[in-house]
């Protein structure tokens, strides 16, 4: 049993079960606070994949700015707990669980009869998991792309404005 | 040095993804779907960080990239609609913003 192995699991014990309190949880701060508890485990995944960049990146974006925004907006709106849900929604539940169940059997069928996955990271993942690669690469190949993503931010900025100022009468 | 094997990474991020399926399937409060649909992106995410150490290729990575860079907007546009939502009707319940429904 190797180190390795050990983080992972530690990991994905705690990515999943505060994904499953995101959800679950009757209080949506309690959900954001655990979302951002998954957003760092996500990140030591990420390291364990010697994806150093991406990891901080995680850290950085999700962890900080997304859920700085989502945790800013509950308080803003001051939202009371959710009451339990109507009956009706029960159905419902009930059939995305076991769709769910199904889906995930599914997966762990299909990847364990299938024999021709890699068993070992590249030996290329340590280089190619640091910024210098990553960037070399956006500002090579994907330099199109990268031009299009700072046109779409700028378009989600000026659309945030637009939907959330107030009307001036 | 034994490493994980690739399976391990893409169960973990298919559980992931069906635990932010059902919480949009199943919640009302519309910050919490949109947290459930982090979770989807973020299960995606993992998928893609895993193939791109496992076959030594960056593009998987620079992929990551982009969707972090999508989240970013989603948020931004998702939290003001909310807020827009809230002003019009009170209220964040998703079965309750119906206007469009004939």
């Known amino acids: 049993m190797s180190l390795l192995y050990f983080f992972f699991i530690v990991l994905t014990v705690f990515a999943i079960a505060s994904a499953l309190v995101t959800i679950l949880s009757r209080n949506p701060l309690r959900s954001a606070f655990a979302l951002v508890v998954h957003f760092l485990m996500l990140a030591g995944l990420y390291l364990t994949l010697n994806a150093q960049f991406i990891a901080i990146i995680q850290v950085l974006v999700y962890g900080g700015a997304i859920m700085v925004l989502v945790i800013f907006v509950i308080m803003l709106l001051n939202l009371a707990r959710e009451e339990s849900l109507a009956e009706k929604f029960d159905y419902r539940r009930l059939l995305a669980v076991a769709l769910g169940v199904a889906f995930v059997l599914q997966f762990t069928i299909a990847f364990f009869s299938s024999k021709n996955l890699n068993s070992n990271i590249s030996s290329d993942s340590v280089r190619i998991g640091t910024a210098s690669e990553i960037g070399k690469a956006l500002f090579t190949n994907y330099l199109v792309p990268f031009e299009i993503i700072g046109i779409l931010l700028l378009s989600a900025i000026i659309g945030a404005i637009v939907l959330a100022k107030r009307k001036v009468e | ?102």
């Open chain 2, 1 to 102: 040095m034994q490493t994980v094997p690739l399976e391990f990474y893409l169960i973990l991020s298919s559980i992931i993804f069906t635990i932010g399926t059902i919480g949009v399937l199943t919640r009302r409060n519309a910050i919490v779907v949109f947290m459930s649909i982090e979770l989807m992106l973020n299960a995606v995410n993992l998928t893609f960080v895993a193939f791109s150490a496992f076959f030594g290729d960056v593009a998987g990575q620079i992929f990551v990239f982009f969707v972090m860079a999508v989240a970013a907007g989603e948020a931004t546009i998702g939290l003001a609609i909310v807020l827009a939502l809230f002003r019009k009707k009170q209220t964040v319940y998703v079965d309750e913003a119906s206007n469009l429904k004939w």
